[in-house]
Every structure is written in C-alpha cells, then in structure tokens.
C-alpha cells in the first residue's frame, strides 16, 4: 500500500516480526504527529480496546452463554455489558469485564469463556467474517474523523498468527483474508511501514529469551 497523498492519510499501520521495533516506531509516529499537532490515535498491540481488532474477545453460542448466565448468576453481571449479540450468537469483551469488575470474575468462568477465544477458539472461516466485519465497522468510523489512526501489527501479524499459526490454513487463505482487509482500507489512504530486520533468527531467539 502507498500514499502519494500524505495529507489525506486516516491510517498509518506499523507491521515487522516480534522484536523488529513496531512499538517503538509507533509511538514515535504518534508524538511526531503530536508534535506537529495533527490529531492521531495509537493502539498498540494486546490493547483492549482496540477498533479494528479483538484482543481476549471470545464468540459464543448463546446456548452456552445462558447455560454459564445460569450457573454463574451471581457474577454474571459483571460481564453483561461486555456483550454483544450476533444472531445465535455472542461477542464477548471478557478480558475487558474482568478489568472492569477488578477481577471479581472467577477463574473458572473466565476460562470457560476463553475457552471460545476469536482468535484460536473458533474455526477459520468464522473468524476471517469476524475480522472482516470488524475492519469494515472500523472503516465505518474513521470516515467522519479529521485524525490520522496508527495501528501495530493487526494487519499482517495478527492474521498470521491466526491462520498460519494457530489454525495452519495456508498461505493462500492468509493471503487471500489480507487483501479482503487492504480492499477494506484503501479508501483512508492508508501508510504501512514494515520493519525487516537484518537477522530474523537473532531478533526471533531474543524475543523467545525476553519472554
């Protein structure tokens, strides 16, 4: 994706292998952008509230959510406005809940909803609508905003992670679940720095150290 238009640009999306750099570059994009006083907003990687993505998001049948409302009544209210419905289905923000309540959510049920996590709790096809339809809600929002979005590694990591990773779809259904979200995007303009790093297998081993 390119850009011969800068001063159009709703979104600038910072992507390159663990330990390449992506927060860094994301937060000095942000202050520059600050500094320059244009209005941007940064959502890094694992951030709850993230528009265009689902971080600790599960996807539920309703039938098992009534069965845990039922089970789990006396907390379940700490986890009621987290909800959103999809048809025989429910969209779960519980990592969120969970901060909301300050952890009064048991383990337990904390566990049974992760359980059906977005990203490797669902089958493939599942999650590539999800995520369609969360890049196509984000698009929806941004069009009205006179500010530029900066986003760390949901365009191509995330995905990667999901598909090749976790769920081994092949590089063709990758591929192809990608260049649905570029379409996606195209209209805000958008800017995609990718971070290579001279050894892949030196910053991969210090990244595996670290953690």
């Known amino acids: 994706m390119t850009n011969t238009s800068p001063e159009k640009t709703k979104l600038v999306i910072v992507e390159g292998i663990p330990g390449s750099g992506k927060s860094t570059l994301s937060r000095y994009i942000h202050d520059i952008l600050n500094t320059h006083k244009v209005k941007s907003e940064l959502f890094l990687e694992g951030d709850l509230l993230h528009p265009a993505d689902y ?35 429910s969209i779960i923000a519980y990592a969120l809940a969970q901060q909301s309540a300050q952890n009064r959510i048991p383990s337990s049920l904390y566990e049974e909803i992760r359980h059906y996590e ?36 949901c365009f191509l990591q995330n995905p990667g992670c999901a598909l090749l990773a976790r769920h081994d779809a092949g590089n063709d259904r990758f591929i192809q679940h990608v260049l649905q979200i570029a379409g996606q995007i195209q209209e805000l303009h958008p800017i995609l720095f990718y971070l290579k790093p001279t050894d892949v297998r030196e910053t991969i081993e210090r990244v595996r150290q670290a953690g």
């Not at 971080?55 to 098992?64: F, L």
């Not at 845990?68 to 419905?85: E, N």
């Not at 929002?141 to 760390?152: A, D, H, S, V």
């Open 118 to 153: 977005i990203y490797d709790g669902i089958p493939v096809e599942k999650y590539c609508e999800l995520m369609i339809n969360r890049w196509k809600s984000f698009v929806k929002g941004q069009r009205g905003k006179e500010m530029i979005t900066i986003f760390e590694c």
């Open 55 to 89: 971080e600790s998001v599960a996807y539920m049948p309703n039938q098992v959510l009534d069965r845990l409302r039922s089970i789990y009544s006396d907390v379940f209210h700490y986890i009621d406005s987290f909800i959103t419905l999809d048809g025989n289905d």
